[in-house]
């Protein structure tokens, strides 16, 4: 079992930077993946960034150079750095976390609401 903690959440303007944060516990163990995934209302939820614990880095095409995601040394921690917000970035994030083995698990945070007004 993994519990996940988001923070960070708030309203900004637009080019406006906000800092998210989620703790991760539990049975973290072995090769894992965590990422931030967002949904704004009436679509899909979608990936925006994930680090694997061997420190690789991906990032959704509309947030790259202006977000970035890190992880803490303990490697339980993702935090995710958004710079030059857009009202388009507007919705609800997601963190995730991905246990890759053994055994193979996949978890979800609460959410927290980023709204960027224009």
């Known amino acids: 079992q993994v519990q996940l903690v988001e923070s960070g959440g708030g309203t900004v303007q637009a080019g406006e930077s906000l800092r998210l944060s989620c703790a991760a516990s539990?049975?973290?163990?072995?090769?894992?993946?965590m990422a931030w995934y967002r949904q704004a209302p009436g679509k899909q939820r979608e990936m925006v960034a994930t680090?694997?614990?061997?420190?690789?880095?991906d990032y959704a095409d509309s947030v790259k150079g202006r977000f970035t995601i890190s992880r803490d040394s303990a490697w339980n921690t993702a935090s995710l750095q958004m710079n030059s917000l857009k009202p388009e970035d507007t919705g609800v994030y997601y963190c995730?976390?991905?246990?890759?083995?053994?055994?193979?698990?996949?978890?979800w945070g609460q959410g927290t609401q980023v709204t960027v007004s224009s």
């Open positions: 539990g049975s973290i163990y072995s090769i894992n993946v």
């Open positions: 680090i694997t614990s061997g420190g690789s880095t």
């Open positions: 995730n976390f991905r246990r890759v083995r053994t055994p193979p698990g996949d978890y």
